[in-house]
């Protein structure tokens, strides 16, 4: 795997992040959740931009008025710093209210080739 430094990750978060706004505008839910989830993926270890993948689920969550998905947004925002503070953050986790946010998930294969092993929250 190659290096994914926090300047690397802000441009792959960027790059999501602009295929959330693009599927968001364009009323394709499932590719947003999508993205912003991959977003989140990458964010993870970097507490800014994990708050911030958090705020666009919540915002997106209540435009469409998705209220279990916000309050486990809500809930997510909070927990954000402690996973920080603690290194306790699931490895390939979403973000998703739907998924709990203690569980590790697969890393989608594309986005596994680009980060390193010490990019990766440690899942304890």
Known sequence: MSMLGRRNAAVLIAAEMA???????????????NAVGRAHIVAQPFFAPHLSAHWHMLGFAIALRDWREAAGQLLRL?????????????VGNTGRARI???RPMPVPPDLAK?????????SR
């Open 19 to 33: 295929q959330y706004r693009a599927a968001r505008r364009d009323g394709d839910h499932s590719a947003a959740w």
């Open 100 to 102: 709990s946010a203690f």
């Open 78 to 90: 909070a927990l954000v710093p402690l996973g920080s503070l603690t290194g306790r953050l699931p």
């Open 114 to 122: 680009m980060i390193s092993p010490h990019d990766k929250p440690v």
